[in-house]
């Protein structure tokens, strides 16, 4: 199974960029943006600041790795390394991708919320395994991303 990143990204406002994800099917849930690495991907950073761009349109600085979580998944062993950053930019006209051009996927609804335990143990987020990590950790982000100052396309 191919590993994947996840951005836990805060905006300039200490707020955590998440999505509210609304699929055909299915219970509302939230997620942190970010996915699999692609074959053309050089590092698991160039991914980061790939999945970004295409899930939100956006750039970052501070790239800063977290944790590494591995959790069974559909009979496999799923990877998800966990990056934290600092939003620089974010222009929603950039998104692109199959998450965008194909309905059935559902909707990708950008949220800002506040570094509270409460609002990651409030909502359904998956993964899990990274929702507990997010439960733990959010009122330490800041500290443990540190400041940036421009785009950091690692």
């Not at 501070?62 to 069974?72: C, D, I």
């Amino acid at each position: 199974m191919r590993p994947s990143v996840r951005g836990v990204l805060l905006d300039h406002d200490e707020r955590l960029v998440i999505f509210r994800r609304t699929v055909p099917g299915r219970d509302v849930y939230w997620s942190i943006p970010g996915g699999h690495v692609e074959p053309g991907d050089d590092t698991l950073e160039h991914t980061l600041h790939r999945e970004l761009l295409e899930e939100l349109g956006a750039t970052v600085s501070a790239v800063t790795p977290l944790v590494t979580l591995s959790y069974p998944w559909q009979g496999e062993l799923k990877t998800q390394h966990v990056y934290g950053c600092r939003l620089v930019a974010m222009d929603p006209g950039l998104r692109h991708g199959p998450e965008f051009e194909d309905p059935s996927r559902g909707l990708y609804e950008v949220e800002r919320v506040r570094l509270n335990r409460s609002e990651i143990t409030s909502r359904h987020l998956v993964p899990e395994p990274v929702a507990d990590y997010l439960s733990t950790t959010i009122t330490d982000l800041p500290r443990l991303i540190g400041q940036g100052s421009g785009p950091d396309q690692g």
